[in-house]
């Protein structure tokens, strides 16, 4: 059965009597939305708690100086882009990050085998670039997506992006599952231990830079990111999709990136559905851009967020009629 979205807290006659009128109208505008995020080491799980603590910020605010929004929310680890589309469809989150290929593809219906077909996905801003990482163990002699034949593989977990944007370098490569040793399936927090461990040789993550997951296994046991400058496959995807672009991973990023490294990338976007009420994303879409300075410093992947680009970069979906109320207001639109 469907989650019921928001849920108004309601409170007895005899409870109402005992309230302050204040008390009263906080209580009965009380909302809780969820936002799906990724594994606890990515970055969208830095997203969700940001988001969430400027709608929280607000609130707090408003219990001070007269309420701004009566927003309660969440923003629980999950599974990653395609599981967030799945569950906002479905009515059982209110909100998700999502890479920008798999936002494309929900809602214009273009890879249903990979992603709900979900039309009334809507985009609200756009987040931070997330390059493809092929991420190799030490030793292992991968210098290029050719030798990745014959090893293990780390292709990601169902409902992750990294999964699906790993399967579409794959075809693009004219290559099926067994041209590799094996591949595995284990989440974003699981992939750079086992590459530590010895139990694959590499992994495709798609992810912000720089993040907590990865470094486990660069700075942990010398792993590197594999360039994938004059890969043909990167080359095709960017060529024939708008939301795939050339991206660089700056020297220094992590212990063994010693030199700038070239491969494609997408940017994280924050979406959501037609069904959730236009007050309820104006809100949320105002507690993020009036405090953007804070969340610009809540991880180094948002540094660099700016306004215009989120409002326009990578969302084929079209914008919530409540972001587009905020970003009309700004007389950003
Ligand atoms: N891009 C990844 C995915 O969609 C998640 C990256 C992250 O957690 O930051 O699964």
Same mark, same amino acid.
């Not at 970055?43 to 940001?50: I, L, M, N, R, S």
């Not at 929310?73 to 599981?83: E, N, Q």
């Given at each position: 059965m469907m989650r019921k979205l928001f849920r108004t807290a309601t409170i007895s006659a005899f409870a109402a009597a005992a309230m302050s009128a204040s008390l009263l109208s906080q209580a009965q505008d009380k909302q809780f939305i969820?936002?799906? !995020?990724? #594994?606890? !080491? #990515?970055? /969208?799980? =830095?997203?969700?708690?940001?988001?969430?603590q400027m709608v929280h910020a607000?609130?707090?605010? #408003? @219990?001070?100086?007269?309420?701004? $929004?009566?927003? @309660?929310?969440?923003?629980?680890?999950?599974?990653?882009? !395609? /599981?967030?589309?799945? =569950?906002?469809? *479905? +009515?059982?989150? %209110?909100? +998700?990050?999502? =890479?920008? %290929?798999? *936002?494309? $593809?929900a809602v214009n219906c273009s890879k249903e085998d990979k992603v !709900?077909?979900?039309?009334?996905?809507?985009?609200?801003?756009?987040? $931070?670039?997330?390059? /493809? $990482?092929?991420?190799?163990?030490? +030793?292992?002699?991968? =210098?290029?997506?050719?030798?990745?034949e014959g090893k293990r593989f780390n292709i990601g977990n169902p409902g992750s992006g990294q999964r699906g944007t790993t399967e579409e370098l794959i075809s693009g490569h004219g290559w099926s599952m067994d041209k590799f040793g094996q591949t595995t399936e284990l989440t974003s927090t699981e992939q750079s231990s086992a590459l530590c461990d010895g139990k694959i040789d590499a992994y495709g993550y798609t992810v912000g830079v720089p993040n907590a997951g990865v470094s486990v296994a660069t700075d942990g046991c010398d792993a590197y990111i594999v360039d994938l400058g004059d890969d043909s496959a990167a080359q095709a995807l960017v060529d024939e999709h708008a939301y795939y672009s050339w991206a660089t991973i700056p020297a220094g990023t992590y212990k063994t990136t010693d030199k700038d490294t070239t491969t494609f990338g997408v940017r994280a976007t924050f979406v959501t559905s037609a069904d959730v009420p236009d007050d309820v994303v104006y809100a949320v879409t105002k507690a993020v851009f009036e405090n953007i300075d804070t969340f610009r410093r809540l991880h180094p992947a948002f540094a660099n967020l700016k306004p215009e680009t989120m409002i326009s970069a990578a969302l084929s979906a079209p914008l919530h009629a409540g972001a587009k109320k905020y970003y009309k207001e700004k007389g950003w639109l």
């Open positions: 969820a936002i799906g !995020t990724g #594994g606890p !080491t #990515g970055v /969208y799980f =830095q997203v969700g708690q940001a988001v969430c607000e609130a707090a605010e #408003g @219990r001070k100086e007269g309420m701004k $929004h009566g927003i @309660r929310c969440s923003a629980p680890s999950t599974g990653g882009s !395609t /599981y967030n589309i799945g =569950q906002i469809a *479905q +009515g059982e989150l %209110d909100f +998700g990050v999502a =890479q920008a %290929d798999w *936002q494309f $593809h !709900t077909c979900f039309k009334d996905l809507r985009a609200v801003f756009s987040v $931070h670039p997330e390059p /493809y $990482h092929v991420i190799a163990a030490e +030793g292992s002699g991968i =210098q290029s997506w050719n030798d990745l």
